[in-house]
């Protein structure tokens, strides 16, 4: 399935990464306000380079076993970044990122649902989690708004930033999703 059409969202799109994105994902990857909520600390050039080298490559992989896709506001500029990681029976795990200018804007929100609503109508996933952060108030909102259940606190989870974290693991089962993902 490579590669996707632009699937497309209420207020972004997703598309595929290209090497032209260095720069763009540098922007965010390497501010520290952002990835203080991922799984890895901040990036520099070569490591943001080789990153989408990783997901361009991994995206010609069959079966495909990631969805890592740009996410672009309707100007077609790129706002962040998203990604439907398989594993397990028909499962996925979900994350996220947007560059801080374009935080509180909802793009979070309606690029999470396009990815869920992709991983359930198209890919026929049964489940789909994500690990948040305890202090992330922002994705725990998201999470909730699009009806994902919490399961559970994960200690010790992530190692980042030199120290480890915690994780509330969410989830949302494919019969939870509304048939109209603008109902969430």
Known sequence: MYPIDTITG??????EFSPDDVTDTLAIVGDDRVTRWLSHDSRNHDQTTAMIEGAIQRAQTEP????YLVITDKHDQMIGFGRLGLGGVKAAKLGYA??????????????????????????????????????????????????????????DHVHTNGTWRDSLLYSILAHEWPTSPADT
């Open 64 to 67: 495909r076993n990631e969805y």
């Open 98 to 155: 947007i560059h801080p200018d374009h935080w509180g804007h909802g793009y979070a929100t309606d690029a999470a649902r396009t990815l869920i609503n992709y991983g359930f109508t198209t890919l026929n996933l049964h489940r789909i989690t994500a690990a948040i952060g305890p202090e992330n108030a922002a994705s725990i909102a998201v999470a909730k708004r699009l009806g994902m259940q919490y399961e559970g606190h994960l200690r």
């Open 10 to 15: 209420s207020l972004v799109n997703l598309r």
